[in-house]
């Protein structure tokens, strides 16, 4: 029996000042953690006689230890509050399960600047616009801008050993500033100006300076370079109708809508960048029962905000629908000194600002219902494949494929699949080595032995383990799982799963250890849930192969051949324009390089031709 906590007597020792406390249960687990303007008033009102809110109620009765620590301001305990709730993520917090870094759209500072998705630190010598919201959404800018504006988006060491223009150039969408004569090192870098101001929001800019360049050219019976300006004009035209943009076109905002139901809560985030519409993200952070909205929405501005190791930036203004009251004064304080300007949290914003905000709320609505939907799909898919298979209620399910290319590059997946659907943070690649080329029976014993021959933690252990093959691949998976299961709390139902005939969804067999075949309807939720997880186990396992294929397939077949070391590589690639020339290639010719003797030509010749 646990002693109860002295709240009475521990109070007399706390301090006025601002600081954090950490909540501490039996076990010692922090199991809250929170700030204070003044942390004898915050924490007494955790051990009044009358406690409002369940929550807090239940917070209270676990408590067996507060430890706190002083800060010399508010802004500095916001700033270790949140350091502190990433560290420990206790169970009565709001947690926000995001640490995707942002995308950007980089603009290298080099001779002929590159347009480029960047994601990370910003090392790189350049110009940095977004963050956009997710990767597609910068891949759609980069292809719209290489449309109007043919600004290179080549990596480096291809731009830098072109003899001749590629094949973007012939379609249009580059400028092929990598071959001399093309293209006037001013025109190129009027082309990226047009291109910056573009992405600095300075669409106006941008329309007058084409419009005169076209009247001039017109003026001057230049009609071939006219057209070009009215084409340029024109798509910029339809990209803008694209977007909303707000009446100030210096808006840089960011609007945060809330939803709540069913214990669920969805922050859906608009993100605004020089008064266009970048794109949004919903979140769905995990919330304790009966979490009051307020504490919601400003544990999420913190702890989004805060994290500024994930590429995130503050913009100037943070529209949100609720009234935090003294908190909105201390968040906007600390996301100024973080920011190191002047950062606005407002709570009943008016006008254009009012429709950002009431946008992102119906967004936020719309993600929730969906949300909801899809995990009352996924419970009732659990529920009959449980009855169909005659199990107690599916609490976890894990699949394991393998995937390679004539044997090379095997690699293997597994991936989780819990009631609230797929886990993807618990999915996992395993490359497969040591084992005769194509032989899928090894690698599936091979994967399943290194992720389960050292599973302590039993919530960890599968109520099902699904393998993507017949029964030569069950069989041996069964080998290798048999021994483990003396030592696991309960033991799981092993099931292969063997495409039909004409591998068409909906004909999968499945093969339980003992040999028994049965099939399902094509119709039945509990075939679609096994459809599913081994769809999500072959895509993660084709996707890593194919990750590793071109991995191996970028790493120069030179590499292999002794006496050719960087700079000679680039001297054969660059004076014989690329690899395949280089393939065709002569000894002669290959002898012409300067640095190469007839010797070592030879020798670069007999390699390329063995491979």
Known sequence: MFAVFDAKNFLKTVSDKPGVYRMMDASGEIIYVGKAKSLKKRLSSYFRTNVVGEKTRALVKNITNVEVTITHSETEALILEHNLIKQHLPRY???????????????????????????????????????FPDAGAVRQSLYLLQKIFPVRQCEDSVYANRSRPCLMYQIGRCA??????IISDDDYAELVNFTRLFLQGKDQQVFSTLVEKMELASKELAFEKAAQYRDQIQALRRVQEQQFVSQNSEDDLDAIGVSIENGIACIHVLFLRQGKVLGSRSYFPKMPANTDINELVSSFVSQFYFNQAEGRTIPTSILIGQDLGDEIESLATALSEIAGRKVHLQSKPRGARARFLKLAQTNAATALTTKINQ??????????????LDLEPIKRMECFDISHTMGEQTVASCVVFNQDGPVKPEYRRYNITGITGGDDYAAMAQVLERRYSKQTDPDKIPDIILIDGGKGQLNKAWEVVRPLLDDWPRHPLLLGVAKGTTRRPGLETLIKVNGEEFSMPSDSPALHLIQHIRDESHNHAISGHRAKRAKVRKSSVLQEIEGVGPKRRQALLKYLGGIQELKRASVEEIAKVPGISRVLAEKIHSSLQQQ
Do not use: Q, W
């Not at 290298?108 to 616009?129: N, V």
């Open 375 to 388: 995990k009352m799909t996924i419970h009732n898919r659990f529920s009959v494949l449980a009855d169909a």
């Open 93 to 131: 917090n709001v947690l926000l399960r995001d640490d995707k870094s942002y995308p950007y759209i980089f603009l290298s500072a080099s001779k002929h600047p590159r347009l480029s998705i960047h994601r990370g630190a910003k090392k790189r010598k350049g110009e940095y616009f977004g963050p």
């Open 176 to 181: 092929g500033p990598c071959v001399s004569g």
